[in-house]
Structure formats: C-alpha cells, structure tokens
C-alpha cells in the first residue's frame, strides 16, 4: 500500500484554470504539508495542517487554498493559473508536527501552464 | 532564519569508491538536520537525522552524517558508492516558522553520479 499518495501525478491545464491535487496518507499521522519544487528543484514548503487545523501557511499566493477535510486528507485548490505555477507539488506527513520527526513524502504531481 | 547550504551541485564517483555530498548549516540554537534523497521522478525519501547524542548518525542504504559543530557542517557519506546511490540529497534543517510551528528548510540538492 502507498503510504502517501497524490492524484493526479501529471496535470497540464491553460492559464486561468481552476484546478485540484488530491492528496492521502495511510500512515495515521496527525501531520501534512504542501511543497512546490520549482525546475531548479528547489524545494519550499508552502502550507502544513496539524488534525484538520492550518499551522504553517507561507507566503503563498492566496489563488492557492489547501483544504483538510480529515487528518488523512490534504488537497491543494489553485485558482486563475499562472505560468509561474508550473512546478512538481509534493505532499508530505509526520506523525506529529514536532521539529524531529521525518516526514514521508508521496510522489509529486507535475503541473504544467500552457 | 535556519538555513543550510549545498555547496556542490553535483558529485561523481566510481562505483565502489566513497562518497561524500557536503552540507553546512547556518542556525541559532541547537540544529535538527535531515538528508532525503530523490530519486528520478519520485518523492524525496528519507535518509537520516540528528537530533541530539553521538556526531555519527546511521541511516538507510548504508548512508551515515557527520555532525560538526565546530565546523557547522552536516556531510553526508558512503563507504562504497553503488550505481543505485545516483540520485538528487537535499539536506535539511529545522526552523520556526512566523506561525510558530517547525518546518524544514531544505538545501539546494546535490546530484550524486556514481560511474560503473
């Protein structure tokens, strides 16, 4: 079984779109998170949610809304699409959101701008 | 703000010989430092971490960190470098964020080559 799983793993849309990533983890962590890796595969955290509640929030454009509908659930909502957007998003989870625990990261969905 | 740095985009090695993938940090107070490996196309995976306790940390696929405080670096090695190791380390650092919770800063990621 996938400990964390996204879908959709490839997305290529037209600029202005309005478009979802889903993503799940089975591991029973309390803990999420969002990350971008740009082309230069720069990584950045952009959101966490700890039991459903936002903890972490970035300097993230607000056309991007993550919602958490239970602990094992984390989407990414991403409105008007812009080029820039193009990026590979990762979700995450950790058992908790205590700083040593790893986080175990699911395969990346490539999103793509036209 | 923590930070760490990955001084070397990219390493080549023979198969069989060590490695090494170096990484400095630069944090106020005690660090918490994380290696994850990516391998292509894939999510990044966890390796290793210090938290606390003895400077040699083991971890998986025969990677061990050394931890320096004196020279604040964090480098990552192998005794014997497998084609398989080739891959994309970011070492990591925790920090604070403005909301008061952990995060990870990650490094720039150093592309390892190993060579049959």
């Known amino acids: 079984d996938t400990a964390v799983s996204q879908t959709p793993k490839y997305l290529v849309t037209q600029m202005g779109n309005d478009k979802s990533i889903k993503c799940e983890q089975n591991l029973g962590h309390d803990t999420m998170y969002w990350y971008k890796q740009d082309s230069k595969k720069f990584l950045k955290i952009m959101f966490s949610y700890n039991n459903k509640e936002l903890i972490i929030n970035e300097t993230v454009p607000n056309r991007f809304s993550p919602k958490s509908p239970d602990k094992a659930h984390l989407n990414l909502h991403i409105n008007s699409l812009e080029l820039g957007d193009s990026a590979v998003y990762f979700c995450?989870?950790?058992?908790?959101?205590?700083?040593?625990?790893?986080?175990?990261f699911g395969p990346g969905t490539r999103l793509t701008v036209l | 703000a923590q930070s760490v740095a990955q001084p070397e985009d990219q390493v080549n090695v023979a198969e069989g010989n060590p490695l090494t993938v170096k990484c400095t940090y630069s944090?106020?107070?005690?660090?918490?430092l994380f290696w994850y490996v990516q391998y292509p196309n894939r999510g990044l995976q966890f390796l290793l971490k210090?938290?606390?306790?003895?400077?040699l940390v083991k971890g998986s696929y025969g990677f061990e960190a050394e931890f320096n405080k004196s020279q604040t670096s964090f480098h990552l090695k192998k005794p014997s470098a497998l084609v398989s190791d080739s891959a994309l380390y970011f070492c990591?650092?925790?920090?604070?964020?403005?909301?008061?919770?952990?995060?990870?800063?990650f490094g720039s990621g150093t592309r390892l080559l190993v060579r049959p």
């Open positions: 990591a650092v925790r920090d604070l964020g403005r909301d008061s919770s952990y995060k990870l800063i």
């Open positions: 995450a989870s950790s058992q908790d959101a205590s700083s040593y625990n790893e986080q175990f």
């Open positions: 944090v106020s107070g005690n660090p918490y």
């Open positions: 210090y938290i606390t306790g003895d400077n």
